[in-house]
């Protein structure tokens, strides 16, 4: 997923600033979209798309874990705004995306103390 996100990076360069991992989880609920193959209106698009970002601003308080787990990795920003859109498309219940950004926090944590 964050794979589709990370297409826009050569983008920057055009822009004339580079697009880097932290700057793509806005992108997720475009990404989201995509691969479900829905079309939704550009107003509800928007929604969609304000509605994730939102759900990243009340949990990127950088004081808390939960914003430091945020800011050191770009993939759980990616993860929760991922499925905060799947929550706002009634796709999946809050309870399983909660269970999921659980696990991710586990997996992706790991991951990024390895390297």
């Known amino acids: 997923m964050i794979a589709d996100a990370r297409e826009a990076e050569p983008v920057g360069g055009a822009l004339g600033f580079p697009i880097t991992e932290g700057m793509l989880f806005p992108l997720a609920p475009h990404v989201c979209i995509k691969l479900r193959g829905l079309e939704p209106s550009a107003r509800k698009r928007k929604q969609i798309a304000r509605d994730a970002i939102a759900s990243w601003v009340i949990n990127s308080d950088p004081s808390s874990e939960q914003g430091e787990i945020l800011e050191e990795s770009p993939e759980m920003a990616?993860?929760?705004?991922?499925?905060?859109t799947?929550?706002?498309?009634?796709?999946?219940?809050?309870?399983?995306a909660d269970r999921i950004l659980?696990?991710?926090e586990r997996h992706l944590g790991r991951a990024r103390r390895r390297r």
């Open 78 to 84: 990616f993860a929760l705004c991922y499925l905060a």
């Open 86 to 96: 799947h929550v706002v498309l009634d796709l999946i219940e809050p309870e399983d």
């Open 102 to 104: 659980r696990y991710c």
